[in-house]
């Protein structure tokens, strides 16, 4: 099993930040913070699943990169958009699942 070396675009961490904010707003600051964690602790485990993972047929998915992959998070409320490239892994955005139905 391949292990590629993260590389986490901009976007995505204002993403994050986002969506923490959110969290916030419904819930304690402690609470936010606590699943920023997981969401990159998810994120992370795409250094392993990479090649496991087909390419999306969704085209939101697609504007990101050609051949880009997702992976759908444990509480399945996010799409991570990922690529490889060489011995990269290239988190390009989080999405709402809603928004790939």
Same mark, same amino acid.
């Given at each position: =099993?391949? %292990?590629?070396?993260? @590389? @986490?675009?901009?976007?995505?961490? $204002?993403? !994050?930040?986002? *969506?923490?904010?959110?969290?916030?707003?419904?819930?304690?600051?402690?609470?936010?913070?606590?699943?920023?964690? /997981?969401?990159? %602790?998810? !994120?992370?485990? @795409?250094?392993?699943?990479?090649?496991? =993972?087909?390419?999306?047929?969704?085209? *939101?998915?697609?504007?990101?990169?050609? %051949?880009?992959? /997702?992976? !759908?998070?444990?509480?399945q409320k996010?799409?991570? *958009?990922?690529?490889?490239?060489? $011995?990269?892994?290239?988190? $390009?955005? @989080?999405?709402?699942?809603?928004? =790939?139905?």
């Open positions: =099993m391949k %292990k590629y070396k993260l @590389i @986490i675009h901009k976007r995505v961490f $204002d993403q !994050i930040s986002e *969506i923490q904010n959110f969290v916030a707003s419904l819930n304690t600051y402690e609470a936010a913070e606590n699943y920023s964690k /997981r969401l990159f %602790k998810e !994120i992370e485990t @795409i250094r392993y699943l990479a090649d496991a =993972m087909q390419f999306s047929r969704w085209e *939101i998915a697609k504007q990101y990169q050609p %051949k880009a992959k /997702r992976l !759908i998070t444990k509480n996010w799409n991570v *958009i990922f690529h490889t490239d060489g $011995d990269f892994v290239v988190v $390009d955005s @989080i999405l709402p699942s809603s928004t =790939m139905r």
